[in-house]
């Protein structure tokens, strides 16, 4: 019954957005004809070659078009003798590169993968409306023109749209944009209808098995099930709203989100979480173990969203989940982001009624530098008082960082400008390698008689952190009799998708059962 309430929701909703859209924009486009020179238009957007696709695609990427409101921009230019190819790469670059997909998308995967994205498709928008142009693809386009409105006088002679008043030019418009949508009504309900259905009942172990990483066809398998919500295509990529259910299909659970949750602020700056909450569809007064989440940024500002969807995978399985954000070292050195992590264990402590966490099970689980930040939770500076917690699980942590970059296969000189330096306080670490011993966790193994298991995974193709840190921890946790298991991920590079494998995280879950009270 709730997946069919959200797709009918996603239905009305969808539909009652997009005839706005269209109305507006064929209204909009209608007066901007009213107003500026059909010449000018044209000489703005047409070049010699594929100048005209380049400015066309670039206009385009500035408009917060949908797929369906780009429709009567391209008739609009195409009557105001805009080039054909032009015409194309705009209408091609607009509802992929729009500002609102650009934005969502950078939150959810982050900012590379948000340029090479428009990059992509940036260029491809131009070479699309450039090979149609010549190939000679304008001939087969039909005698489509926005409705030309008129009003008539007491005479009943035609009097020219410039001419009219703005509150007639309006009436005008708007008339004539609505006479524009009719005919293609019933088209645009049946591609919103697509979308609603994929959008609400399309299973999502179905899409994984088909367009998943096992699947070498998954590239076009996936274009083809993204085909109907294109229409909207901001709505195919999910969103950071302060509460949102992201998978109601799931046989046990659904997810709650609950988006930039505050739980201290030092030095000026709120520190968040993202909470993924499971809610069993039977007993709301449940209680799950929690999994403290830090994600890796070579200790600089963090992407506390990239990492929500594949982490939620865990919450789908029975667990809290909170993405701890720490100061970034630019604005505190090692170790404020040990601290931060150790603050957010005990906001989730005091917390745990509010977010359904058993407090008796909480583990600490980190990548790279939130590896190395999940590590320190379990390890003694001075005499700090830990916080009790189950067990660590590490992916690929930096762990000497002192000798790091001896390593041949690592991405640091250990300059005071790299990663490490500025952990330490901007200093080189051959300049203070006190300091950087002292910010390294392998050499508190020997005295960390209270430190919880660890789970640790480093992938042996790793050209960021290499190998050989987390190799050296295994060394030092099994000459000292600490509790650990190594699992050595045979060619992943840093952060590689190995690490996100259902099997993987089989391997984490049972690492977790067995460290439960």
């Not at 054909?84 to 790469?89: E, K, L, N, V």
């Not at 173990?289 to 506390?304: E, H, N, T």
């Not at 480093?458 to 600490?482: C, I, M, W």
Request: aromatic content about 12%.
């Amino acid at each position: 019954m709730n997946t069919l309430i959200d797709t009918l929701r996603y239905f009305v909703l969808i539909t009652i957005e997009l005839i706005a859209l269209f109305v507006f924009i064929s209204a909009l486009v209608e007066i901007i004809l009213m107003y500026v020179p059909e010449e000018k238009i044209r000489r703005r957007l047409s070049g010699a070659g594929v100048f005209g696709n380049i400015v066309a695609a670039g206009f385009g990427a500035l408009t917060p078009f949908c797929a369906c409101s780009t429709i009567p921009m391209t008739v609009g230019f195409l009557n105001a003798g805009v080039p054909f190819g032009s015409t194309m790469s705009f209408l091609v670059a607009s509802p992929l590169l729009n500002p609102i997909i650009l934005g969502m998308l950078g939150a959810m995967v982050g900012i590379k993968a948000m340029v090479a994205y428009f990059v992509i498709a940036f260029l491809c928008s131009i070479l699309f409306g450039f090979l149609l142009e010549k190939i000679g693809a304008q001939k087969y386009v039909k005698n489509v023109r926005l409705k030309p409105a008129s009003c008539c006088a007491g005479s009943h002679e035609v009097v020219g749209k410039h001419s009219l008043p703005f509150p007639s030019k309006l009436k005008v418009a708007f008339a004539g944009a609505w006479d524009s949508l009719r005919p293609i009504m019933g088209y645009l309900l049946v591609g919103v209808a697509l979308g609603a259905g994929i959008y609400g009942y399309m299973p999502q172990d179905f899409v994984m098995k088909i367009a998943g990483p096992d699947n070498p066809f998954a590239i076009p398998v996936a274009a083809v099930l993204g085909i109907p919500l294109y229409i909207r295509a901001e709505t195919a990529i999910p969103t950071n709203d302060r509460v949102q259910m992201l998978d109601q299909k799931d046989e046990l659970w659904k997810l709650t989100y609950l988006k930039d949750v505050v739980y201290a602020t030092k030095d000026g700056h709120d520190l968040k979480l993202q909470i993924v909450m499971p809610q069993p569809y039977d007993d709301t007064q449940r209680r799950f173990p929690c999994i403290m989440y830090v994600r890796g940024s070579a200790w600089m500002k963090q992407d506390l969203y990239a990492d929500v969807p594949q982490i939620s995978a865990m919450a789908k399985r029975g667990y809290v989940i909170a993405i701890v954000e720490y100061r970034p070292s630019d604005v505190a050195t090692f170790p404020a982001q040990r601290d931060d992590a150790i603050t957010a264990i005990g906001y989730m402590r005091e917390h745990a009624d509010e977010y359904g966490v058993d407090e008796r099970n909480i583990f600490v689980w980190g990548s790279s530098s939130g590896a190395y930040t999940a590590l320190f939770t379990g390890l003694h500076i001075g005499h700090d008082t830990l916080p009790e917690t189950n067990g660590i699980i590490a992916y690929f942590p930096p762990t000497d960082v002192l000798h790091m970059k001896d390593d041949p296969t690592a991405a640091t000189k250990g300059d005071a400008e790299s990663p490490e330096g500025l952990l330490i306080g901007r200093k080189a670490v051959w300049e203070a390698p006190e300091a950087a011993k002292a910010a390294s966790p392998l050499y508190y193994i020997k005295d960390a008689d209270d430190l919880p298991p660890v789970f640790l995974a480093h992938g042996t193709k790793d050209r960021v952190v290499p190998f050989s840190q987390s190799d050296s921890l295994a060394n030092e946790l099994e000459k000292y009799g600490r509790e650990y298991e190594f699992h050595a991920l045979r060619n992943a590079d840093h952060g590689s998708w190995q690490f996100w494998t259902p099997e993987m995280l089989d391997l984490v879950e049972a690492f977790i059962k067995e460290h439960l009270k």
